[in-house]
């Protein structure tokens, strides 16, 4: 864009420009362009705000599965707010991780809690004794479900359940349910990845009111090829074994190959995997001499393998990785362009409401997205603490020059 200078600041005529004219060219834009004129100025922006709010939010989500990591697709299963919000939030993630404000809001004491996780407004937690959603504003329960397991999630139409042998995948609408002898389980946008203990990875698809069920790998071997994680990147999917080799299945065929190999014997000392953003890896190791500096190393095809030192969880939300430590630390990593990478660190004793918290091992962590702020939920042995972070900025600063 030509600029010209006036008082010794860029000028450029088209902030001056119609709004009128500015939409009748907009319209003929592609969704990938009109995304791009979003971040030029706030004139640009409001336009096509306007342009996007004007159709009902079509045109918003258009933008946002095209302009966020995955579609946005965890963004928006840990939400209520629509595309537009989903989207401007994962700027606030991306652009401005420098500017959090970190706030306990509250804590509730648990006993024998396994596992928490978002859906849209509900934090499911997961206890020996039932399964409770609490309401993510006021932390009240809204459903208590008398069953014991070791694990539950949920999607729009699809249910989880896991206890000490099998996994059970369920209908919403009825109570048909198909279950596995395994442990390994993805689900997202209404489709769950099962690993089986023949170590099998089945998919679940949620299709006209029923399941169709199909086993998509079979790894042959001893224990150095167990299935350790999964990851879903729109219509990949990657998949690690313990000695440290990637798989990726892409299409209908799923044809698998592999796309990495990592080649470290730390993974056999490892208690904790995770891949995010494609086939990043992070996983613990023993700490040493007391350090839990994390390590960063970077394979041939620019992906990380990060090492933790006394890691205890790993949380991926789309472009976004929590960590959590056992010694109460929680770190925020975003990997922005390349190698450039922007994260923010704080210790769970340090905002709690005793600063002397007794087992402050983080066991989970989970993170539902609300307009201009996200609720972060930590699980520690004996309690579950809502923390609200925010930024200085807020939708109106956001993703645009100062034009």
């Known amino acids: 864009m030509d600029y010209t200078i006036y008082n010794?600041?860029?000028?450029?005529?088209?902030?001056?420009?119609?709004p009128d004219i500015i939409i009748l060219i907009f319209k003929r834009l592609d969704y990938k362009t009109l995304l791009t004129c979003l971040s030029v100025c706030k004139l640009w922006r409001d336009v096509v705000d306007?342009?996007?709010q004007s159709q009902g939010g079509a045109l918003w989500q258009k933008l946002a599965e095209l302009g966020m990591y995955n579609k946005g697709i965890t963004l928006k299963e840990k939400s209520t707010l629509n595309w537009r919000g989903v989207y401007f939030n994962s700027l606030l993630w991306l652009d401005h991780m420098d500017t959090i404000n970190v706030k306990l809001v509250k804590s509730i004491k648990i006993h024998c809690v396994r596992n928490?996780?978002?859906?849209?407004?509900?934090?499911?937690?997961?206890?020996?004794?039932?399964?409770?959603?609490?309401n993510v504003h006021t932390f009240e329960v809204t459903k208590i479900?008398?069953?014991s397991c070791t694990d539950y999630q949920e999607s729009d139409h699809i249910t989880v359940e896991h206890n000490e042998k099998y996994l059970f995948?369920?209908?919403?609408?009825?109570?048909?349910?198909?279950?596995?002898?395994?442990?390994?389980?993805?689900l997202i946008n209404d489709c769950c990845y099962i690993v089986d203990d023949k170590c099998v990875l089945w998919r679940i698809i949620c299709c006209d009111n029923k399941n169709e069920i199909k086993s998509i790998l079979r790894i042959h071997?001893?224990?150095?090829?167990?299935?350790?994680?999964?990851?879903?990147?729109e219509n990949d999917v990657f998949v690690l074994l313990r000695n440290g080799i990637i798989y990726r299945g892409t299409g209908s065929c799923w044809d698998f190959e592999v796309v990495c190999d990592l080649n470290t014997s730390d993974f056999y000392k490892s208690s904790v995997f995770s891949m995010y953003q494609m086939f990043n890896v992070v996983y613990s190791v023993p700490m040493q001499n007391g350090s839990t500096s994390e390590s960063d190393d970077f394979s041939k095809t620019d992906e990380i393998l990060?090492?933790?030192?006394?890691l205890s969880c790993a949380t991926p939300h789309g472009?976004?990785?929590?960590?959590?430590?056992?010694?109460?630390?929680i770190v925020i990593r975003v990997r922005k362009k390349s190698r450039e990478i922007s994260h923010m660190k704080f210790n769970i004793r340090d905002i709690g409401d005793n600063p002397i918290i007794e087992h402050a091992a983080i066991e989970a962590i989970d993170v539902c997205e609300v307009n201009d702020a996200h609720y972060l939920f930590v699980l520690t042995k004996f309690k579950i603490f809502k923390v609200i972070l925010t930024h200085a900025n807020n939708h109106s600063e956001i993703g645009v020059n100062e034009t």
């Not at 010794?8 to 119609?18: G, V």
């Open 319 to 329: 472009e976004i990785l929590f960590l959590g430590y056992e010694d109460g630390k």
């Open 8 to 18: 010794e600041k860029k000028y450029s005529p088209w902030s001056t420009c119609s």
């Open 116 to 134: 928490i996780h978002v859906y849209k407004d509900n934090i499911i937690v997961v206890s020996v004794s039932d399964v409770k959603f609490y």
């Open 169 to 186: 995948v369920r209908l919403k609408h009825n109570s048909t349910a198909v279950s596995f002898t395994g442990h390994i389980f993805k």
């Open 50 to 52: 306007f342009m996007g």
């Open 221 to 233: 071997g001893g224990s150095e090829s167990i299935i350790t994680d999964i990851n879903i990147y």
């Open 306 to 310: 990060m090492a933790c030192p006394g």
């Open 145 to 147: 479900l008398r069953k």
